[in-house]
């Protein structure tokens, strides 16, 4: 059974998966520059929580590179089976992966915020033909 949205509601919706869109953006962003910025904080944070040891600097850069056309594509909403899909898929990994953080809660609080954004990355992608405000057609 589908029903139809109200305009006001779908206007809500879309600014809501805008304002998400955008929040999603903004970290992965971020962790994207600190691959230019600081590849050497990249280098361990492969080895410590991915057990991913030798990557280079170069290879941080070009995971970089290839992050920031993600991370691009993502907040213009192209192709956004895929591009919310491989972000939702990249940080569920980042938020599985420091799993050992979560035991010592009180020492590792801001860990628990990669949580509510991978909920985020979910809503995003099972929304995603409505996620429609300022995206590419």
Not at 27 to 52: A, C, Q
Not at 101 to 106: G, K, R, V
Request: some cysteine.
């Amino acid at each position: 059974m589908q029903t139809t949205l109200t305009s006001d509601v779908q206007s809500k919706l879309q600014w809501s998966l805008l304002s998400l869109r955008l929040g999603v953006f903004l970290v992965m962003f971020v962790w994207t520059l600190d691959k230019f910025v600081n590849p050497g904080h990249s280098m361990r944070i492969f080895e410590k929580f991915y057990g991913i040891g030798g990557v280079s600097e170069v290879a941080a850069y070009v995971m970089g590179g290839l992050q920031l056309l993600l991370v691009i594509a993502f907040v213009l909403g192209i192709k956004k089976r895929i591009t919310y899909g491989v972000i939702f898929l990249m940080h569920g990994a980042s938020t599985l992966s420091a799993f050992n953080q979560y035991f010592d809660a009180f020492n590792n609080l801001l860990f628990f915020a990669a949580w509510p954004m991978w909920a985020a990355c979910f809503a995003l992608y099972m929304l995603r033909d409505q996620d429609t405000k300022f995206t590419v057609k």
